[in-house]
């Protein structure tokens, strides 16, 4: 029996993926749960992994290859040669005497070894050369990516040698063509996928397209919709004395260290218990069903993280029901993952409302952008001192600026400011730490 290994659902905004990483080869024994591609989604890079023990009869993807969900990526079998063809094909089945496939390496060009035998003859039987067509119809095989970089930069599909399995033509096949036609630019530039132009003021003096990441498309696409929410923002000075105060204390007499950023969720999830108007979102009309409100049963709390493949906001999950030290692990668990980009499915989207903060970046004050789907988002910047009047007489208290940005949809201006002020009030003395 052969077992399709698809792209799964990951996400509900998820269509697509991108291939990675291809770990495995051709007629290579497989256990149950180990990791046989890494695709990259607009949410995080995920692990596909075998769902049975066996030997993989063909590769169905290459690296670089932007593929829809449900497609298939691996096919594993019982045996080496199960789904391969009969006797009468041009491939034949695969034996024993048939030289051990080659490893697959990760590459960062996009590019994959060629396997023996290639995953095309072995599962299909094509019985096609590399330079060959997969079907006859002298259509070349080549992932979309790549066949759509080679049209931009102008290099016929035929002067390409493919080195994916099957002889099929990755981005960085592409990219080495360009190269020796002495093509400007890198051939991954020339993808048509969202792409962005670097201002050269049109005078050819050396700009160059840049292909937007799978995250990056997905940043620039929500915050287009961001843009189309009338939205408006408040902002207040805190004075944050007592939550410093509050912050060494709990520190050290619980049983793990908390941060400013545990306290601020902490309190941001107070302040939707007490105001739950700032965690319902606008859910637009559609056909004959007016526009409604939608209330979460619960506060999850998405967190801003910045990382090297762009802005990432994982969940955390029932904020107003978590302990102090409770929050800062699960706070910490989800930023290396976000970072390292291993996010699972249950630790993203569907967040009530979002906190961000670049006060570790120097920044006094800023206004977030809302994430689609929530009607809140608070941005804070770093502690800053600063003289205050104070009894008659003048104090130098730390203080930070907290921006409320609201869905004015849903929440009315008087009601962010009454949000605002008890936020505040919480930070200045009122809250009762969950710990």
Do not use: C
């Not at 659902?9 to 046989?36: C, D, I, R, Y």
């Not at 859910?283 to 990382?307: C, F, K, N, S, W």
């Not at 800062?328 to 930023?335: G, N, P, S």
């Amino acid at each position: 029996m052969v077992t399709d290994v698809v792209l799964p659902q990951m996400g509900l905004e998820v269509s697509e993926g991108t291939v990675t990483s291809v770990l495995v080869a051709a007629g290579q024994q497989v256990a149950q749960g180990e990791t046989v591609l890494e695709v990259e989604t607009d949410k995080a890079i995920a692990e596909v992994a075998a769902p049975r023990d066996g030997f993989v009869v063909s590769i169905d993807v290459a690296e670089g290859e932007t593929i829809p969900v449900g497609a298939v990526l691996v096919r594993i079998g019982d045996t080496v040669d199960e789904g391969a063809p009969g006797a009468d094909s041009p491939a034949g089945p695969v034996t024993a005497g048939d030289p051990p496939p080659l490893p697959v390496a990760k590459a960062s060009s996009g590019a994959v070894p060629p396997t023996a035998p290639p995953p095309g003859e072995s599962a299909h039987g094509s019985g096609l050369a590399i330079k060959e067509t997969s079907n006859g119809t002298g259509r070349r095989r080549a992932a979309p990516i790549a066949r759509r970089a080679a049209s931009e930069i102008g290099i016929p599909l035929e002067q390409i040698d493919g080195t994916g399995p099957g002889g099929r033509i990755t981005l960085g096949d592409v990219e080495q063509a360009a190269a020796r036609r002495g093509v400007e630019g890198e051939a991954s530039a020339a993808a048509p996928t969202a792409e962005m132009s670097v201002a050269s003021g049109g005078q050819g003096d050396g700009a160059r397209l840049e292909a937007l990441s799978v995250t990056r498309q997905s940043i620039a696409r929500r915050l287009t919709e961001s843009q189309l929410v009338p939205a408006y923002t408040l902002s207040r000075d805190i004075d944050v004395e007592w939550m410093l105060g509050e912050k060494g204390r709990i520190s050290a007499e619980g049983p793990a260290k908390v941060g400013v950023l545990d306290l601020l969720l902490q309190v941001l999830a107070e302040t939707l218990v007490r105001h739950p108007i700032l965690a319902a979102s606008f859910v637009p009309p559609e056909g004959d069903t007016p526009a409604q409100l939608r209330h979460p049963d619960g506060i999850d709390l998405g967190l801003a993280v910045a990382t090297d493949r762009g802005l990432l906001v994982p969940a955390i999950r029932r904020v107003h029901e978590l302990t102090l030290a409770e929050l800062a692990l699960e706070r910490a668990r989800l930023v290396e993952l976000t970072r390292s980009g291993r996010l699972g499915l249950g630790d993203m989207g569907g967040a009530a409302a979002t906190l961000s903060s670049l006060g570790t970046f120097g920044v006094d004050r800023f206004t977030a952008m809302l994430n689609p789907g929530e009607s809140s988002i608070l941005a804070v910047g770093r502690t800053v001192e600063r003289a205050v009047p104070r009894d008659r007489g003048i104090a130098v208290i730390p203080t930070i600026t907290a921006t409320f940005t609201f869905d004015h949809r849903v929440v009315d201006g008087a009601a962010g400011a009454l949000a605002l002020t008890e936020l505040a009030e919480l930070l200045e003395g009122g809250m009762a730490w969950r710990s």
